[in-house]
């Protein structure tokens, strides 16, 4: 089983940035993609950005193409979500999930490939 863990969020102007954190332990993390995703009050969670076990290949959505970018250090079984030009939309809870699948060749953002959640951390974009 493995435990997922994110940090970084907080309170920023529009325009802005933050970096989000996610450790992993537990389950080997290097051979699970990893995805960021994200749940505002009344809407359902949204994939926002997910990285291949490798880090070779990344996706994003649409709104986050652009701004954001994923990245891991396997070494260190940490992921992260840089965000720049943050707009009040990108007010969510953030979810860090590790994929339940091992060595997938690519990743996705859809919520039911992931298993493993983290509790995720509060990014608010004020105007």
């Known amino acids: 089983q493995a435990q997922v863990v994110e940090s970084g969020g907080g309170l920023v102007q529009a325009g802005g940035s933050l970096r989000l954190s996610c450790a992993v332990s537990g389950l080997r993390s290097d051979v699970f993609a990893m995805g960021w995703f994200r749940q505002a009050p009344g809407k359902e969670r949204e994939g926002v950005a997910c990285i291949t076990y490798s880090g070779q290949s990344t996706d994003y959505s649409g709104s986050a193409r652009g701004r954001f970018t994923i990245s891991r250090d396997n070494a260190k079984n940490v992921v992260y979500l840089q965000m720049r030009d943050l707009k009040p939309d990108d007010t969510a809870m953030y979810y860090c999930?590790?994929?339940?699948?091992?060595?997938?060749?690519?990743?996705?953002?859809?919520?039911?490939?992931?298993?493993?959640w983290g509790q995720g951390t509060q990014v608010t974009v004020s105007s």
């Open positions: 999930t590790q994929d339940g699948s091992p060595w997938r060749v690519d990743c996705t953002l859809r919520p039911t490939d992931y298993t493993y």
